[in-house]
């Protein structure tokens, strides 16, 4: 990888800045608890295409109304815009309804000593409409470090530092896994965790720290 040094100081000059409030948010990623699993995994299931604003606000209102206890038809929630709107509603709503049915066994997979990678893979091959992406968003807001989430904002940024050449026409899973490699050898050659890495770019893009 062809880094400029003056990218790598950016990047330095960037987690000087913002480290401090990066590593307060994944202290608290880590500080989940274990009976909020279930809707940080309804929350990364609406999130493709969607605004994350108004997936976390759809996400509390489930948990708000018990969701997970009752089993309600959550389609109108996710389709009203007064409440937080999700594109491909119907689709998404049936994915958490299969997820509330199935959670038995992302459960026992949380439970187990596997990797972080490992078991990001495993959550994407047993959860329908969890990619790699979801998987990865998901492990790393309960706490899971080692994982790399390539959404937009860090193609964006892994474009104008050069790690990548061009935008990827489609991400296969072999395709996801060589972004992340990169991106992984941009945070040992800046000296930033991956996963603070990940955040600062993502705060970069947004102005905030959200999940």
């Known amino acids: 990888m062809d880094l400029q040094p003056g990218h ?34 309804c929350f990364c299931l609406m999130t493709p295409q969607s605004s994350a604003l108004q997936c ?3 996400a509390a209102e489930l948990e708000h109304r018990g969701f997970r206890e009752h089993g309600f038809d959550p389609t109108p ?13 119907n689709t998404k709503a ?20 596997m990797e972080d990678k490992p078991l990001r893979n495993q959550l994407a091959a047993t959860v329908r409409g969890l990619g790699m992406k979801e998987a990865s968003h998901f492990l790393r807001n309960i706490g ?3 994982l790399c989430i390539v959404d937009r904002h860090i193609i964006r ?10 935008w990827p026409s489609s991400i296969s899973v072999r395709r996801y896994l060589d972004i992340e490699q990169r991106f992984e050898d941009l945070a040992n050659m800046t000296g930033i965790p991956a996963d603070e890495l990940d955040l600062l770019l993502w705060q970069r893009e947004t102005g905030f720290l959200l999940k």
């Open 144 to 146: 899971r470090s080692k």
């Open 56 to 58: 976390d606000a759809v």
């Open 8 to 41: 790598i100081d950016e990047l330095r000059q960037l987690h000087d800045q913002h480290g401090e409030a990066v590593r307060v948010r994944l202290a608290e990623f880590r500080g989940v608890p274990v009976d909020r699993h279930f809707y940080e995994l």
């Open 157 to 166: 940024n892994l474009l104008r530092l050069g790690v990548l050449a061009e």
């Open 77 to 89: 929630l996710l389709r009203s815009w007064q409440e937080g709107y999700v594109r491909f509603h």
């Open 94 to 113: 049936r994915r958490l309804q299969e997820l509330r049915g199935h959670f038995g066994e992302v459960r026992v997979l949380l439970a187990s000593d």
